[in-house]
């Protein structure tokens, strides 16, 4: 392949090519091709140079192994080749680099030096790629700068556009941040302003609204940043009436970027009059030495909203939905103008209105007036399921000053629910909420409602009615706010709305799940058809209720970490909300609907269940949370007999001593298998002591000495942590601590005392749940490889037999005292001592072999041994097996029992055989 670069003809060149795209084409001839092709390029410039470029490029993707030579090639004859020549040079190197990333760290040897003088020299085509592209290669930030700002100048409208952009990416990656360049950047893009061609002047709004963000930044008194920020705000507002559409959209996208302004500019937007705050001031331009007017502000949002494109009016929303997040106050113009959007014909411009109306109203400065009432009622009927969310959204945080007004927006929404029922669930969650606002018109709401509630009573065709289980969702809701109690709730409402739980769960999921709304409606019913003597008893869950949502909207249970992502923060949140609900039901044991909160109890269970899946939260953490949700279940049951008896003697049976040993253990097992607790620490002892109490309160004479012990001991040891952690001691500690006073000795004990104290016990607090990061539960798994019921282990009466045991450790902690427990059908039971040599490294997992030896083989044919890995709890101060090999101290599974088989063997015949 030996030509003339004159003599090579376009039909040669596609012969070449079809030799390289050709899968089949031999490598010695590729070889050929590749080294024509490079001799040409290293003649320098000629007619076909574009061509041979683009061949290499080809020949590059298609032969992998020739890449980093082409590479090399091109890049060694770049500086010898024309601009034109040197810029299709750049394109194959960028497409060669971005295809081959090892290939990448070459483009370094390309410098600003470099780029910049083939930019400077190249054609019109030429530079807009380069323009284009620069980011594409290693150039210095600083000569990036230099050469957008000069081109900012160019005679080429689309040269003057693509340095501005390519100001604003240098802006937005934070590269610069030199005042003087800074400033120098600004005033250039204000001088661009006044450019002849749209697609320049749209470009330098752009450049002036995020340098002049970054100028705003730059500034380090308070008055000179107010003060820059309104002369950029103003600067905009100068243009806001350009003739070009896209031009207009960036100037109020310009607006979002800034984000505020002074109080009195944000008020001018929205009157065309200029306010009297307005008149006269004129805040000084630094960079200029002029004074920006502040009638340039004079109704910009107005004609923004009025404008003829809906595109400057979605923009115009949108950035006033930004500036108001920073508004002082909502004036009356500024809800009226956003309700007028609600009548626009663009869907999107509609959404942006609701939108910047529902964060007016999570403000809580959304007061809507009979004006407003028409527009936002058509917003409730809209055809789009998108605008009818979001009106919903702001109606459960809206307030309405009078009657006359709920009675239009329930009509309203009475009405969109008819004629979209697949709404239900999300119509009944915003009246719910809209009840509660709005308690004060309760008495109103059941007069207007109390004939549908009577006829529903006679008809059973109208049980079942949307408007019927509207209008219950309203009434129901009105106990939860602090305005009304449940007597003034006629119960026939609560009854029905009880045949309406599942419907009624459906809309409320968010807010609390079946089985809370199941004890709320059940208690609503009773206490509203008392004589009122138990209300005090029954408000116990409402005053949960209400508080508990406050904790969780202000005082977070679990804290979430500033390391963590917001799927994680999410699953933090998800936590509290299952914690706010053990409180709810814990509170609900106390006010004796015991079976409502284990409901409630089981319920949270499942939904643990569901996170346990999740990785966001630790593994500890989570198990951790289900011994606790337990415990308080176990202790749930345990008040039911104590709420329900009159007489101490009712209290000994042997299902309430059975249910406060396996509270002691489960006490005792929390202690013992969680390592890294910290926050926790306190929790768990509160519910020793809480266990204590109860003991002593049953009055048994054998206990009585050891639970004021293991009280005083329990209590000894929570301050002493309460100091080493520099925390405040709850309540109920303090109280216990100065009732073991009264109390006295264990022979003359005030049962009403201790009645009093079991009464206060709060089984929950946020500063107990900041879960530590570290917390992790000692567990372990065993397995006798090759047993099983076909496959048993042989052995001899009377005679030791070793089992095989392979035992996987997790987290378990250095100087832990391990035991294999073995029994036997008989109750029988040997303990092993495992040899902590096998388990005594750092690993969080240690997995070893074990042999232990157990002599418990009775006369039998064959018998089944339970084997399972115990944790001597050292912690604990009693000492149960004294004189006896085994463990000094009580113990905590840290595995299920596993059954291992056994098989007797005879000999006979010199030969082992089987007895089966």
Known sequence: MEEDDDSISLDTLASIRSLIINADTYDSVISSVFDFLTGLLSRGDSPILHHILKLLSDLSFRRKELAPQIFDSVLSNLLRLQNSAAVESLAVLASVSERYPSLAAALSKIDGEVFASICLGAPISSRLWLLRHAERFNVPSSVLFTLFLGFTKDPYPYIRKLALDGLISICKAGDLNHAHAVEGCYTRAVEVLGDAEDSV????????????????????????????????????????????????????????????ASESIILQTISKKLLGAGKGKKPQNHLSNVSADVAAAAGVFIHGFEDEFYEVREAAVDSFHSLSVNSIKFPDEAVYLLMDMLYDDYMVVKLKALDALHHIADSGDLKIQETYMPAFLEAIVDTSENIRVEARNILKLAKLPDLKLVDKCVDGVLKSLEMYPQDEPDTLSALFHFGKKHAKFLASLVKRFSEKLGTASGNKSEFNSQHLSASLMLIISAPLSNKQSITSVPPLAFSYSLAMLGKFSRGLHEMMDQDTLLAYLTHCTILSASSGTEFNKGDIFFHAYRHGNADFAGHPVLLPSKDISNESNQALKFVNYILLKIKAAWLLSLSGCSKEALRALRACKRELAILTADSSISIGALQFMCQYIHIIELLAQVWSHFEYSRHISTCRSVELEILMEEVEIKLMEIRCRFTGLSMEVSLVMELVIFGCLLRLYRFETCC?????????????????????????????????????????????????????????????????????????????????????????????????????????????????????????????????????????????????????????????????????????????????????????????????????????????????????
């Open 201 to 260: 002047r749209s470009s330098a709004v752009r450049a002036v609204s995020v340098w002049g963000k970054v100028m705003i930044a730059s500034k380090e008194e308070e008055v000179d940043r107010r003060e820059c920020t309104d002369a950029v705000f103003l600067q905009l507002c100068s243009i806001v009436r350009d003739m070009s559409v896209d031009v207009r959209v960036e100037v109020f996208r310009g607006f979002g970027i800034i984000g505020t």
């Open 704 to 916: 009585r000495l050891s639970c004021m012990e293991k009280l005083t001991s329990t209590i000894s040891q929570l301050e002493l942590h309460h100091e080493q952690q520099c925390t405040k001691p709850s309540d109920f500690l303090t109280e216990t601590k100065k009732s073991l006073l009264e109390i006295g000795s264990s022979a003359n004990i005030n049962c009403c005392r201790l009645l009093h104290l079991i009464k206060i016990f709060s089984c929950f607090s946020p500063e107990q749940f900041t879960f530590s990061s570290n917390l992790q539960c000692v567990s372990a798994e065993l397995e006798v490889p090759g047993n099983g019921p076909y496959s048993p282990i042989s052995f001899l009466p009377g005679l030791p037999v070793a089992i095989q045991c392979e035992i996987t450790l997790l987290n378990v902690p250095r100087d832990t005292c391990l035991w294999l427990r073995i029994s036997r059908s008989d109750e029988t039971c040997q303990f092993v001592y495992v040899d902590p040599n096998l388990y005594n490294g750092d690993a969080r997992e240690k997995k070893f072999m074990f042999n232990a030896v157990t002599y418990m083989t009775p006369r039998a044919a064959m018998f089944t041994l339970r084997v399972s890995i115990v944790m001597e709890c050292l912690s604990e101060d009693i000492c149960y097996r004294k004189g006896r090999h085994g463990p000094k101290h009580p113990v905590a599974y840290l595995c299920k029992e596993r059954e291992v088989h056994l098989n007797l063997v005879s000999r006979t015949y010199g030969r082992t055989v089987d007895i089966l």
